[in-house]
Nanobody
Framework: QVQLVESGGGLVQPGGSLRLSCAAS????????MAWYRQAPGKQREMVASITTGGGRIDYADSVKGRFIISKDNAKNTVYLQMNSLKPEDTAVYYCSGDRQFDRYWGQGTQVTVSS
């Protein structure tokens, strides 16, 4: 059974930083790509950043370019999201996802709140 477990969320002041982690129960190479999504109250879930597990191609939403960095540690089967210069509008539940050929798997989500 595939499990993706997020951690690292919390409350941070505007301008602060957080690092989210997503640990997979097996090898991340079992996925074609992994990504971070977020969903704010009353809004649709949106993709924040993605990375292919083989070639390491990376994509970011325009709203986070230059502030967020996605990375992976193959040995630890973990994907990270380093979030810098956080803004109140970054407040959301952040979800990790893993894509296989016909399926997308989700973690349970971790809350990130940016507030003074």
């Amino acid at each position: 059974q595939v499990q993706l477990v997020e951690s690292g969320g919390g409350l941070v002041q505007p301008g602060g930083s957080l690092r989210l982690s997503c640990a997979a129960s097996g090898s991340i190479f079992s996925f074609n790509a992994m990504a971070w999504y977020r969903q704010a109250p009353g809004k649709q879930r949106e993709m924040v950043a993605s990375i292919t597990t083989g070639g390491g191609r990376i994509d970011y939403a325009d709203s986070v370019k230059g502030r967020f960095i996605i990375s992976k540690d193959n040995a630890k089967n973990t994907v990270y999201l380093q979030m810098n210069s956080l803004k109140p509008e970054d407040t959301a539940v952040y979800y990790c996802s893993g894509d296989r050929q016909f399926d997308r798997y989700w973690g349970q989500g971790t809350q990130v709140t940016v507030s003074s």
